[in-house]
């Protein structure tokens, strides 16, 4: 016997609310029914839906009886947006087909060969590069950023298997260790693969889902489908252009992972891939975006100082301040694009002098000193702000630059003497980091990242923190941002954190877990021997 129930929907992206009806031929035994009709009907998928009935959540498995439901009974959903239901679900088909297709007719290493494709699985390839599919999974559903909808999309293809599927896809063509082993289709969908991944990993939460499925690894192997010194043979190959897109996305890719905090070791352990994210950098077969999205592998693996060994050896750190003198050189980079190429350039290398300047070889210390210095004279911040924008470059975390900030080198770990040059890339690095940092917090997006931390008063308390010659610097940024958000004075507590951080060995790490005055007394008091 056919039936209805009543929805109130209501989207919080819009901000709106509609009533709506479904018929049923019989009414649904459990929620997931339920749900699973609304997302037919009305495009959200059940994973983003917010299920009430008499003012109850429902979970999926509940029994609908169990709650007394009847015909013409009102269920509420909230939900973030609307997704493309239909779009994603016919992505995860073809991902379940390719991998069924492609498991059945591959060897898996060592011998790592594809065996003779099937007329099917070469059809289902073909068609996804010449249809709607490869648009829509690689670019459309997931990008760009920032957009409820998009939002909505991953969420739907992670819940319905999909990024499982598209990381078996995957590492299924990475059986076949030569690039010209493989059939052109299949290149494809190597890129596609590649691209996916890139644009789903809006969030941490989506990057670690990545690497629950091996993706890192994965995004090593494309990377270094070539190495840098073949690729001026690339162009004489029929499909130069398409293996240098492979590798760019999975560039693309392995920065994304970076800012995971869990990434930061593995990749600095791979000098490979630190030398050929570099030399791609330098190369004119790529732009000079490419270049400032390697050098952001460097600026985020570089917060964690236990990477700082692996990073700061001579073949790397020459290749590193190298990068902008083939920049340099090369007319059709973009004037705005080399400087901030060449500040992010330096921001990498101040994330190393500050509190590692014992591991730089010293002959580096003058080319650094230079590079910084040229930076410093010829970009402001709103120069740089505005390149940022255009790109849509976003900081995940301010924390590591304002640390950086409040740390002092700690000269009993440095075998080198402190040079009037070390001193002096010790001070340019700090007016790097304020440069990065002040250029970050004229943009609203970063200003609301700053209030989340919880940072507002330790860079309120800058000016009184730096050394004199970087003040000036640090009060300007204060002023723009009290111009921008308005800023009270920092805290009595604060500013006690703030001093003490100074003085310790970890700067702010010694004293972020403090919440109270007592705190910070049973810390930092020590009785006097001999005294009670």
């Known amino acids: 016997m056919s039936c209805h129930l009543d929805f109130v929907l209501e989207c919080s992206a819009t901000k709106t609310r509609s009533t709506k009806k479904i018929q049923f031929q019989t009414l649904p035994c459990v929620a997931s029914q339920v749900m699973e009709a609304v ?85 289902l390839g073909v068609s996804a590069m010449h249809g709607s599919l490869d648009q829509n999974l690689s670019v459309s559903l997931f990008y760009p950023w920032g957009k409820e909808r998009h939002v909505v999309n991953k969420l739907h293809f992670l819940h319905s298997g999909g990024l499982e599927l598209l990381c078996r896809l995957y590492a299924l063509v990475h059986t076949v260790d030569q690039w010209d082993s493989l059939p052109y289709w299949l290149q494809c969908v190597e890129c596609i693969c590649g691209q996916s991944l890139t644009n789903f990993m809006e969030t941490f939460e989506f990057r670690r889902h990545v ?57 600095a352990q791979r000098a490979d891939v630190l030398r050929q994210a570099l030399d791609m950098s330098t190369s004119y077969l790529y732009t000079c975006k490419t270049s400032v999205v390697a050098v952001s592998v460097f600026i985020c693996i570089a917060q964690s100082y236990d990477t700082h060994k692996y990073v700061a050896t001579p073949g790397i750190l020459e290749r590193l301040i190298a990068c902008c003198t083939h920049r340099e050189t090369q007319h059709a980079t973009e004037h705005s694009e080399l400087l901030a190429f060449k500040c992010y350039t330096g921001l990498a290398l101040a994330q190393l002098v500050i509190p590692s300047l014992h591991l730089i070889p010293t002959d580096l210390h003058a080319p650094i000193e230079k590079l910084m210095s040229q930076t410093l ?46 001193c002096s890339i010790v001070a340019l690095s700090r007016d790097v980091i304020l440069l990065c940092l002040h250029s970050a917090l004229l943009r609203e997006v970063h200003q609301s990242l700053l209030v989340k931390e919880k ?78």
Not at 71 to 85: A, I, K, N, P, R
Not at 100 to 120: D, K
Not at 397 to 422: F, G, H, N, S, W
Request: proline share 7%; net charge negative.
């Open 377 to 422: 004279r010829s970009l402001s911040p709103p120069a740089l702000k505005a390149y940022d924008s255009e790109e849509g470059l976003v900081w995940c975390t301010l924390l590591p630059y304002i640390k950086l900030l409040y740390l002092q080198p700690d000269r009993r770990r440095v075998d080198c003497e402190m040079t009037p040059t070390a």
């Open 211 to 267: 690497l629950k499925h091996n993706g890192l690894e994965m995004c090593f192997k494309s990377l270094l489908r070539c190495s840098y010194q073949d690729q001026g043979a690339i162009l004489a190959r029929q499909n130069d252009a398409l293996l240098l897109h492979a590798m760019e996305v999975a560039l693309y890719a392995v920065c994304n992972l970076s800012e995971v905090p869990e990434c930061h070791l593995p990749i």
């Open 39 to 123: 997302e037919a009907r009305f495009s959200v998928p059940a994973c983003a839906q917010t299920l009430t009935y008499n003012s109850t959540v429902l979970r999926g498995s509940e029994n609908l009886r169990d709650h007394l439901v009847r015909s013409g009974d009102t269920f509420h959903v909230s939900y973030l947006s609307e997704g493309d239901c239909a779009e994603v679900s016919e992505a995860v088909e073809w991902l379940r087909k390719m991998v069924n297709e492609l498991e059945a007719c591959t060897r898996l290493p060592p011998v790592g060969v594809i065996l003779p494709m099937s007329p099917a699985v070469e059809d």
């Open 455 to 532: 940072l507002v008063d330790y860079v309120v308390c800058l000016p009184w923190i730096v050394p004199s010659r970087s003040r000036p610097r640090a009060r300007e940024l204060v002023a723009d941002l009290a111009t921008s958000i308005g800023v009270d004075p920092p805290r009595l507590l604060t500013l006690a954190k703030a001093t003490l951080a100074k003085q310790c060995q970890q700067g702010l790490d010694d004293v972020l877990g403090l919440s109270t005055a007592r705190d910070i007394t049973d810390k930092f008091s020590h009785p006097v021997p001999g005294k009670i």
